[in-house]
């Protein structure tokens, strides 16, 4: 009865639950209470039909499609491959390389055939009227959705010792002769005093009683089937007590599962996945679910020298215990799978999900059964590096092993990622992920000079023309330095090479007239003459230049390298339509982004990359984030593919896509006053009339940019003093105002004193193709060229010209004052002179003058620009005044009225910039003056007549 029940859950796996707790204590020989596992293994029914088969698995599959989560690593995380729940990978077989085990073992079978009797089908109980079901089937049939809890598993009949079996005592549970239940585990000091089985021996016997070659089995092969059949059948009953509670883990249904190992691995040679891994007879990047059988911890003193910190004395590495139910493998984990085990969402049980995994150690391959080969050691044979970017936590009903590439063909035969926020920085490489274009910005050059005597680096990004022009310069200094080599190389090479020249050719060349010299010759010295002329017309070729790159190596100070590479703004393509559970984590998600960058980027990645296209990307690097954009990196040899099937407007819509919409100077002017965190958010497409080119210095420009709204923008850009153009406007003087389109302009900090929004020229801003544009662009054009347009753009140039605010109401804190200084004085005279307001009378025009503080430093810088101005009189002695101490704290007061008076004589038209800060009370704001400058009377003429 018990050997039928068993026959009806095939497919051992192994489930994390978390509901056996608050229960039980814990007994000191079993693990942790709260991470009770189950497990479950294959012994699939004779008579089980395919039709019912995948008709089962249909209906479990779409069950499943529904159980999603945003997380990678929680429990029951939806991947794209918790649809492989019962997949046989029986296409996967290979040779072996010569394992003992395997040696003939067809040939064998065929000499000796199996007789299988009536008593031993009898034994086992196995009905031939049983279909194969899945565990998540059994489960919903029978509406045990819930993990039970200790005392409810003991109520069910659950025994005490099955409740702590783990995969560490697994292989010392003994089992009782008289009803084949678990009894005790060996070396308890309360064992029971009966008679028990369980040994190999035992094992051994039977399987050799039930017709099995005892030549193919080894006691190490019993002990290591046992250990994990035990473990996966307490489990199964800990995960269904009320069906199976005290009926499933049996001494009979134990070596029924090992009868039926026996079958598949040794006669009929299938290994499973862990044992090819082992073997290296596949490779270990190969996607496959695999679960946790232990936490393995080593702990290292640490060196002299070391973090010596209290509690820091030694260091503990952690690693994970994997089994695909028959072998296991010690994995290495990166650090964001570490602090995952730390943090408990990886526990003993947890089936974990990976792909692009790296076996490490040992070059050849070794067999799980060898005697030097075991997984709880710190010097293993063999590893499996796995990472967290190529992992996942797989549901507790997926089916152990390797995953069938027909669940994995749509999409890219691995892992795929779905959300950028499923990376991290620190979890290695992306296995498969499919991204949308949202910004391709233009090719970058990196520029690394070497100094050859320090070994110094010096890193520079330049454009496409800029790496022209360095490229051409480099060429030509290679060109002058080659020439002022040749011809000493060219007379040493000579020299060396007619050492070894024939005598008839040195005669020749020795004579007055090696032409007649050369025609008294026989046929015979002729062709040795001109078999060596041409002999060595090669070899002085091939000396020259080799001397020549040898001179240049020696008095090169350095060497220049360059790579070319292209950013991408991309984000996740969204795949399916979005439903209401998971809407809110859908709207987190569409809104992060990620900055690509492809190093030595091929015709072929350029011409794919195109703004709003899907592109399908394997194993991409990834980096810390920077600016607020998590870090891509790509080569020119990334496997990168588009989508058999073109995405739908909709789909680009729900993965965040929108369109490159040039920004009016209105949002831009908001977007300056309220900066955006992150750099891609302050990054805009503009297009506008260039009102005036200003020079600030020789690495500095300014344009200023203005449309119909009447607001204005400050675009500034650094670059070489060669550049005479460095907004791409041709002739700069002749083609103004004109209209421009630039793309990937940065939004800066708004410019209090001049009241307009300021604009950075990035590495990667350009001018924007005309065809993207072409409409909004002749709609300004025709704006520009109007009676409006025009009287516009002068009054903007000359408020820009005259320092006057080009967007300032009355109200505005910033403010800025045309006028004369009549005079200084202290606010307090009984105060310190070194923190004492010092105020300025300005007289604007107005019928009361104009009272504001005046810092200190400011002073002589007025009493400077005064000096300057063609409009100081004879009669004023400048430079006395300025050599007098003035400025000093303890003579300022009784000084004021000779700066007063210098300042009426001298009748420079000053352009003061004001701040008025918010008081409190009844106090009055008074305006505090934060630069001064030389007015421009042109400017302010044309300004005051256009007003007029």
């Given at each position: 009865?018990?050997?039928g029940?068993g026959?009806?859950?095939?497919e051992?796996d192994v489930?994390?639950?978390d509901?056996?707790?608050?229960?039980?204590?814990?007994v000191?020989?079993c693990?942790?209470?709260?991470?009770?596992?189950?497990?479950?293994?294959t012994k699939?029914?004779?008579?089980?039909?395919?039709?019912s088969?995948?008709?089962?698995?249909?209906?479990d599959?779409?069950?499943?499609?529904t159980n999603?989560s945003?997380?990678?690593?929680e429990t029951?995380?939806?991947?794209p491959?918790?649809?492989m729940?019962?997949?046989?990978h029986d296409?996967?077989?290979?040779?072996m390389?010569s394992k003992?085990?395997?040696e003939?073992?067809?040939?064998?079978?065929?000499?000796?055939p199996?007789?299988?009797?009536?008593?031993v089908?009898d034994?086992?109980?196995?009905?031939?009227?049983?279909?194969?079901v899945?565990?998540s089937?059994?489960?919903?049939?029978?509406f045990?959705?819930?993990?039970?809890s200790?005392?409810?598993?003991?109520?069910?009949?659950?025994?005490?010792?099955?409740?702590?079996v783990?995969s560490t005592n697994a292989?010392?549970l003994?089992?009782?002769?008289?009803?084949?239940?678990?009894?005790y585990?060996l070396?308890q000091?309360?064992?029971?005093k009966c008679?028990?089985?369980g040994?190999?021996?035992?094992m051994?016997e039977?399987?050799s009683?039930?017709g099995?070659d005892?030549t193919l089995?080894t006691?190490?092969?019993?002990?290591?089937?046992?250990?994990?059949?035990?473990?996966?059948l307490?489990a199964?009953?800990?995960r269904?007590?009320?069906?199976?509670?005290?009926?499933?883990?049996?001494y009979?249904?134990?070596l029924?599962?090992?009868?039926?190992?026996?079958?598949k691995?040794?006669?009929?040679a299938?290994r499973?996945?862990?044992?090819k891994?082992?073997?290296?007879?596949?490779?270990?990047?190969?996607?496959?679910?695999l679960?946790?059988s232990?936490?393995l911890?080593?702990?290292?003193?640490?060196p002299?020298g070391?973090?010596?910190r209290?509690?820091k004395?030694s260091v503990?590495?952690?690693?994970?215990?994997?089994?695909?139910?028959w072998?296991?493998?010690s994995?290495?984990m990166?650090s964001?799978?570490?602090?995952?085990?730390e943090q408990?969402?990886?526990t003993?049980?947890?089936k974990?999900?990976i792909?692009?995994?790296q076996?490490?150690?040992?070059d050849d391959?070794v067999?799980?059964l060898?005697?030097?080969?075991y997984?709880?050691?710190r010097q293993?044979p063999?590893?499996?590096?796995?990472?967290?970017n190529?992992s996942?936590?797989?549901?507790?009903?997926a089916?152990l092993?390797?995953v069938h590439?027909?669940?994995?063909?749509?999409?890219?035969?691995s892992?795929?990622?779905?959300?950028?926020?499923?990376?991290?920085?620190d979890g290695?490489s992306?296995?498969v992920?499919?991204?949308?274009?949202?910004?391709?910005?233009p090719?970058?050059?990196l520029?690394?000079?070497i100094?050859n005597?320090?070994?110094?680096v010096v890193?520079?990004?330049l454009?496409e023309?800029?790496?022209?022009?360095r490229?051409?310069?480099h060429?030509?200094?290679?060109?002058?330095?080659?020439?002022k080599?040749?011809?000493?190389?060219r007379k040493?090479?000579?020299?060396?090479v007619?050492?070894?020249?024939?005598t008839?050719w040195?005669?020749?060349?020795a004579?007055?007239?090696p032409q007649?010299?050369y025609?008294?010759?026989?046929?015979?010295e002729?062709?040795?003459?001109?078999?060596?002329?041409?002999?060595?017309?090669v070899?002085?070729q091939?000396?020259i230049?080799?001397s020549?790159?040898?001179?240049?190596?020696?008095?090169?100070?350095?060497?220049?390298?360059?790579?070319p590479?292209i950013k991408?703004?991309?984000k996740a393509?969204c795949?399916?339509?979005?439903?209401a559970?998971?809407l809110?984590h859908h709207a987190r998600?569409?809104k992060?982004?990620?900055?690509l960058?492809?190093w030595?980027?091929?015709e072929?990645q350029l011409r794919l990359l195109?703004?709003g296209?899907?592109?399908?990307?394997?194993?991409?690097?990834?980096?810390?984030?920077?600016d607020?954009?998590?870090?891509?990196?790509?080569k020119?040899?990334t496997?990168?593919e588009p989508?058999?099937?073109?995405?739908t407007q909709?789909?680009l819509?729900?993965s965040?896509?929108?369109?490159?919409?040039?920004r009016?100077?209105?949002r831009i002017n908001?977007m300056s006053?309220?900066?955006?965190p992150?750099?891609a958010?302050r990054?805009?497409d503009?297009?506008?009339?260039v009102i005036?080119?200003?020079?600030q210095?020789?690495?500095t420009s300014a344009?200023?940019?203005a449309d119909?709204?009447g607001f204005v923008?400050?675009l500034?850009?650094n670059?070489?003093?060669?550049n005479?153009?460095?907004f791409?406007?041709g002739n700069?003087e002749?083609s103004?105002p004109?209209?421009?389109a630039f793309?990937?302009?940065?939004?800066?900090s708004f410019?209090?004193?001049?009241q307009?929004?300021r604009?950075s020229?990035?590495?990667?801003?350009?001018k924007a193709?005309?065809?993207l544009t072409?409409?909004?662009?002749?709609e300004l054009q025709?704006?520009?060229?109007?009676?409006?347009?025009v009287e516009?753009?002068?009054?903007?140039?000359?408020r820009?010209?005259?320092?006057?605010?080009?967007?300032?109401?009355?109200f505005?804190r910033?403010?800025?004052?045309i006028?004369y200084?009549?005079?200084?004085?202290?606010?307090d005279?009984?105060?310190?002179?070194i923190t004492?307001?010092?105020n300025?009378?300005i007289?604007?025009?107005?019928?009361?003058?104009?009272?504001a503080?005046f810092?200190l430093h400011?002073l002589?810088?007025?009493?400077r620009?005064?000096?300057?101005?063609?409009?100081?009189?004879?009669?004023?002695?400048g430079p006395?005044?300025?050599?007098?101490?003035?400025?000093?704290?303890?003579?300022?007061?009784s000084?004021?009225s000779?700066?007063?008076?210098?300042?009426q004589n001298n009748?420079t038209?000053?352009?003061?910039s004001?701040?008025?800060t918010?008081?409190y009370?009844?106090?009055?704001?008074m305006?505090?003056v934060?630069?001064?400058?030389?007015a421009t009377?042109?400017?302010?003429?044309?300004?005051?007549?256009?007003r007029?």
């Open positions: 009865k018990n050997a029940v026959s009806q859950h095939p051992l489930e994390r639950t509901a056996i707790r608050k229960s039980e204590p814990c000191s020989d693990e942790n209470v709260e991470h009770v596992n189950v497990v479950t293994d699939c029914s004779p008579t089980a039909t395919p039709g088969l995948a008709q089962n698995d249909n209906v599959r779409r069950r499943k499609t999603l945003a997380s990678p690593h029951n995380t939806y991947t491959l918790h649809e729940t019962n997949i046989a296409s996967l077989q290979s040779v390389k003992r085990l395997f003939n073992t067809l040939t064998e079978r065929k000499k000796t199996v007789k299988t009797t009536a008593s089908t034994s086992l109980s196995v009905s031939p009227n049983y279909s194969k899945t565990l089937q059994f489960a919903a049939k029978h045990a959705t819930r993990v039970s200790w005392a409810n598993c003991i109520e069910h009949g659950v025994k005490d010792v099955t409740m702590r783990t292989i010392k003994r089992f009782s002769k008289d009803d084949e239940l678990p009894s585990f070396g000091r309360d064992a029971p008679s028990h089985v040994k190999s021996t035992d051994s039977w399987l009683g039930q099995c005892s089995f006691g190490k092969w019993i002990q290591n089937h046992y250990r994990w059949i035990v473990w996966k307490a199964m009953e800990r269904f007590p009320e069906q199976l509670g005290g009926r499933y883990l049996t009979r249904h134990v029924s599962q090992m009868k039926g190992r026996y079958e691995e040794l006669r009929s299938k499973p996945a862990v044992r891994l082992l073997n290296r007879d596949v490779s270990a990047g190969m996607p496959m679910i679960c946790v232990q936490i911890r080593f702990k290292s003193k640490l002299k070391g973090d010596q209290v509690g004395n503990e590495e952690v690693r994970l215990e994997l089994t695909d139910g072998y296991a493998v994995a290495i990166d964001t799978l570490t602090n995952l085990v408990g969402k990886i003993p049980g947890s974990i999900l792909c692009n995994a076996l490490v150690g040992s391959g067999d799980p060898d005697d030097d080969y997984t709880d050691r293993a063999l590893f499996l590096k796995i990472t967290a190529n996942r936590v797989a549901t507790w009903d089916k092993g390797f590439p027909k669940y994995t063909a749509h999409q890219g035969g892992l795929l990622v779905k959300s950028l926020c499923d990376i991290f920085p290695g992306v296995p992920i499919d991204l949308v274009v949202c910004k391709k910005y090719q970058i050059y520029e690394k000079i100094d005597e320090n070994q110094n890193s520079n990004h454009t023309g800029e790496e022209a022009a490229q051409s310069q060429d030509m200094n290679h060109q002058r330095a080659s020439e080599f040749a011809d000493t190389a040493e090479c000579s020299e060396e007619d050492e070894d020249a024939p008839h040195k005669e020749m060349e004579s007055h007239s007649e010299h025609e008294k010759l026989g046929v015979t002729k062709n040795i003459v001109d078999d060596w002329t041409k002999k060595r017309l070899l002085l091939s000396m230049s080799k020549i790159e040898d001179s240049l190596k020696d008095h090169s100070s350095s060497e220049r390298k360059s790579v590479y991408v703004l991309v393509f795949h399916s339509k979005q439903t559970r998971n809110d998600t569409q992060i982004s990620a900055e960058t492809i030595r980027v091929s072929e195109k703004e296209t899907v592109v399908r990307m394997k194993n991409l690097g990834v980096k810390s984030d920077r607020g954009l998590l870090q891509l990196s790509a020119s040899d496997q990168m989508l058999s099937s073109e995405p909709y789909q819509i729900q965040g896509y929108e369109e490159r919409c040039p009016s100077l209105i908001l006053k309220k900066m955006e992150t750099r958010k990054e805009v503009v297009i506008a009339c005036k080119i200003q020079h210095g020789d690495n344009a200023y940019l119909e709204s923008m400050k500034e850009r670059h070489s003093s060669q005479n153009d460095p791409h406007l700069v002749a103004l004109a209209v421009v793309c990937n302009i940065q939004v800066a410019d209090t004193t001049e307009c929004a604009g020229w990035s590495i990667s801003s350009c193709p005309r065809h072409q409409s909004r662009c002749e025709a704006w520009c060229n109007s009676f409006s347009g516009h753009c002068r009054t903007v140039l000359d820009i010209n005259a320092g006057i605010p080009i967007c300032a109401g009355p505005n910033y403010r800025v004052c006028g200084v009549l005079g200084f004085d202290v606010h005279t009984n105060s310190d002179p004492s307001a010092m300025v009378v007289d604007y025009g107005e019928e009361f003058p104009l009272t503080r810092p400011l002589p810088q007025a009493l620009l005064s000096q300057n101005n063609s409009a100081t009189r004879d009669d004023v002695d006395s005044i300025v050599q007098r101490n003035l400025f000093s704290h303890a003579n300022l007061h000084n004021l000779i700066l007063g008076e210098y300042f009748q038209l000053f352009h003061f004001l701040e008025t918010s008081c009370g009844d106090a009055v704001p305006p505090e934060t630069k001064i400058s030389i009377t042109d400017a302010l003429s044309r300004l005051h007549l256009t007029g």
